[in-house]
């Protein structure tokens, strides 16, 4: 569970982007962030990845009090999360392998494992086969999914997402987005920033809505909900990955 | 457990490897920087090897703290004997020579050319006397200054021939020379800490963005560092063999000249080179330092990149 109470973040420049806000996000919830340029969108993802730290109010998630989590035990909470950014933040001078497998290399998993972990990632956002390509090689959409396998390939309880669809088209929104769905039909909870008011119809369960640093509206879209059950793929259609194991 | 153990080991070869790729794959740049600690390296090395050679050169120099106890005429051998027999068991004296009146007057008819003006002497001048040879770890003027008094207060002892002054100055010389090494190692060992922080500086701004994004994915400062601990280690070893390529180089250019040298005093005097300790002695000094430099510089600015959004 992610719980942020009365939570503000004023930056070192003097620039509010939160202002109180207060919201809770159940495991396995499904949850778009948006709001203009500014609202307070990435500093809410930003405080559930611990790359920032909240100036007033509490973050818990899992139970945990962020901001008195010690710097020691940041590297074990952030390997529990999976980040998807606009900019993808791959390694250029890696092949695409390298890069999904970072988390599990970072994390000691042996060598097989993550072998196997890689591939099936890869197989899960369609890109097996491409391990030794460069991340050069890739198109845009192509380059997003590999974000999305390493952030996956972890097995994280909450993935979180910046704009992940920012640069692509239309399509190949659709595309990313049926990806993270997957996930949370598995268990995930996701949790993604999005300014496309068409993507958070289409495939919305839950929109907080931040405007000026402020909780404007927490809704749910039922009617986008019951559209995407109807069109998400069956739990034995997934690829071979199981998350929860 | 050796499943952990295993991936543990399995991560340090990665690491190793990784770093040991990473400067091949820069030859150029790899290279001057080993050299630029080669040469730190050479210089306090090839000023011990100097020192050592001083040693052998100028003949143990322990021998130079060597005194002679002169007894009264008419001190019985036997006497002699048991003083000389007592001097061995102290503490601080390596050996005690007896020389008999008889023996000295020998050696200085042999060694003077005047054995016939000798030969008429009714009685034998000289006296009977000790050669006293200080142990090497005890041979500093206050530890001879000891031996000294302990003669001299024997009455059957007529004088204690001994240039204390040139103890002091050679001791002095050593001392001078031993700080001087001791400077030089600690001046040029911070500058190849300097130098291998510094290029594990550059490393670390030029990999920013990997290191953010390792971070980003739960990589800790421990995991992060260890590649560069890892080039720093390389660098110090291989400045290290560089330094002895150096001073073996130097070492073989100067032997002829200055077995030639020794030639004309003389002598047979050849050059003490690098031995194996000294090679090990000089690898094991590069490693730490260049380990040590890695770990100073990631220390430091390791800590101060964290990822952003």
């Known amino acids: 569970m992610i719980s942020f109470d009365n939570v503000a973040k004023r930056y070192p420049n003097g620039r509010e982007a939160l202002a109180g806000v207060t919201f809770t996000i159940q495991p396995g919830e499904f949850v778009?962030?948006?709001?203009?340029?500014?609202?307070?969108?990435?500093?809410?993802?930003?405080?559930?990845?611990?790359?920032?730290?909240?100036?007033?109010?509490?973050?818990?998630?899992?139970?945990?009090?962020?901001?008195?989590?010690?710097?020691?035990?940041?590297?074990?909470?952030?390997?529990?999360?999976?980040?998807?950014?606009?900019?993808?933040?791959?390694?250029?001078?890696?092949?695409?392998?390298?890069?999904?497998?970072?988390?599990?290399?970072?994390?000691?998993?042996?060598?097989?494992?993550?072998?196997?972990?890689?591939?099936?990632?890869l197989d899960q956002v369609g890109l097996l086969g491409r391990e030794r390509s460069s991340p050069t090689e890739l198109s845009v959409g192509e380059q997003q999914r590999v974000g999305i396998a390493r952030a996956v390939i972890s097995k994280p309880q909450l993935l979180i997402a910046d704009e992940p669809t920012g640069n692509l088209d239309p399509g190949l929104s659709v595309e990313i987005m049926r990806v993270f769905k997957r996930f949370q039909e598995v268990g995930v909870t996701v949790v993604i920033a999005s300014h496309d008011p068409h993507i958070v119809e289409q495939f919305g369960q839950r929109e907080i809505v931040l405007d000026a640093g402020r909780l404007a509206d927490d809704r749910l879209h039922a009617s986008a909900a019951s559209r995407m059950t109807a069109h998400a793929p069956r739990l034995a259609d997934l690829p071979n990955i199981d998350l929860r194991t | 457990m050796s499943g952990a153990v295993s991936s543990y080991g399995t991560r340090h070869l990665q690491a190793l490897f990784g770093a040991a790729g990473r400067l091949v794959r820069s030859p150029l740049a790899t290279f001057l920087t080993l050299i630029v600690i080669g040469v730190a390296l050479a210089l306090p090395t090839g000023l011990a090897i100097v020192v050592n050679n001083l040693r052998v050169a100028t003949g143990d120099l322990s021998n130079a703290v060597d005194f002679t106890v002169h007894f009264k005429i008419g001190t019985p051998i036997e006497r002699v004997q048991q003083i000389a027999k007592g001097a061995r068991e102290r503490t601080g004296v390596e050996s005690v020579t007896v020389t008999t009146a008889d023996q000295a007057l020998e050696e200085f008819k042999q060694a003077s050319g005047f054995g016939d003006a000798l030969a008429a002497l009714k009685d034998n001048p000289l006296p009977h006397h000790l050669t006293v040879k200080p142990s090497p770890n005890a041979s500093g003027p206050s530890e001879v200054e000891s031996l000294r008094r302990y003669f001299t207060a024997f009455p059957e002892v007529e004088i204690v021939q001994l240039d204390l002054d040139w103890v002091r100055r050679l001791h002095s010389l050593l001392d001078v020379l031993r700080r001087s090494l001791w400077v030089v190692i600690a001046v040029l060992g911070l500058g190849v800490l300097a130098v291998i922080g510094n290029t594990i500086r550059l490393?670390?701004?030029?990999?920013?963005?990997?290191?953010?994004?390792?971070?980003?994915?739960?990589?800790?400062?421990?995991?992060?560092?260890?590649?560069?601990?890892?080039?720093?280690?390389?660098?110090?070893?291989?400045?290290?063999?560089?330094?002895?390529?150096?001073?073996?180089?130097?070492?073989?250019?100067?032997?002829?000249?200055?077995?030639?040298?020794?030639?004309?005093?003389?002598?047979?005097?050849?050059?003490?080179?690098?031995?194996?300790?000294?090679?090990?002695?000089?690898?094991?000094?590069?490693?730490?330092?260049?380990?040590?430099?890695?770990?100073?510089?990631?220390?430091?600015?390791?800590?101060?990149?964290e990822p952003r959004a």
Do not use: C, M
């Open chain 2, 203 to 305: 490393e670390i701004q030029q990999r920013r963005p990997e290191i953010e994004v390792t971070k980003l994915v739960g990589g800790s400062n421990a995991f992060v560092r260890r590649p560069f601990l890892y080039t720093g280690l390389f660098y110090g070893l291989g400045g290290a063999l560089f330094a002895a390529l150096i001073v073996l180089g130097g070492l073989a250019y100067l032997d002829e000249a200055i077995r030639n040298l020794a030639a004309q005093y003389g002598g047979g005097f050849r050059l003490v080179g690098l031995d194996a300790r000294g090679l090990g002695l000089l690898t094991g000094v590069g490693a730490v330092l260049g380990w040590f430099g890695a770990l100073i510089s990631t220390g430091r600015h390791l800590r101060r990149i």
């Open chain 1, 32 to 121: 778009f962030l948006t709001g203009r340029s500014g609202a307070g969108k990435s500093s809410v993802l930003k405080l559930i990845a611990l790359l920032e730290r909240p100036t007033r109010g509490t973050v818990t998630v899992g139970g945990q009090d962020t901001a008195r989590l010690r710097a020691g035990k940041i590297p074990a909470y952030r390997r529990a999360i999976g980040v998807v950014f606009q900019d993808h933040k791959l390694l250029l001078d890696r092949p695409i392998y390298d890069n999904v497998a970072l988390p599990l290399v970072v994390a000691g998993t042996p060598l097989k494992e993550v072998d196997r972990r890689v591939r099936a990632a």
